[in-house]
């Protein structure tokens, strides 16, 4: 049973500096992509980054420059560095694993995940 557990979240001033975490649990994390979505009240959910087995990365382009996704494999760990947040940033942020072992096309879409925490909210006040 895979598990995925986010933490970091918050509320913060536009401008500052997040990194929210993802703990997976129950198959081997380095074989897989994983990603990070967001989704806003009202909205539906939005690709936000992902990152291959292999270590590539990928964005939105409403977060490139600003978001690092990045994964420490020995600690089964995924995390997403979010600075110079701005108040369009709000919204509930999941982690997902990828359902596809060693997957040969970079998965941008919801349902190329098998696997989601429960959310972590990240509210930016402006």
């Known amino acids: 049973q895979v598990q995925l557990v986010e933490s970091g979240g918050g509320l913060v001033q536009a401008g500052v500096s997040l990194r929210l975490s993802c703990l997976a649990s129950?198959?081997?994390?380095?074989?897989?992509?994983m990603g990070w979505f967001r989704q806003a009240p009202g909205k539906e959910r939005e690709f936000v980054a992902t990152?291959?087995?292999?270590?590539?990365?990928y964005y939105a382009d409403s977060v490139k420059g600003r978001f690092t996704i990045s994964r420490d494999n020995p600690k089964n760990t995924l995390y997403l560095q979010m600075n110079s947040l701005k108040p369009d940033d709000t919204a509930v942020y999941y982690c997902?694993?990828?359902?596809?072992?060693?997957?040969?096309?970079?998965?941008?879409?919801?349902?190329?995940?098998?696997?989601w925490g429960q959310g972590t909210q990240v509210t930016v006040s402006s």
């Open positions: 997902a694993a990828d359902a596809m072992y060693r997957r040969a096309v970079v998965p941008f879409r919801p349902y190329e995940y098998a696997y």
């Open positions: 990152i291959t087995w292999s270590g590539t990365t």
């Open positions: 129950g198959r081997t994390f380095s074989n897989y992509a």
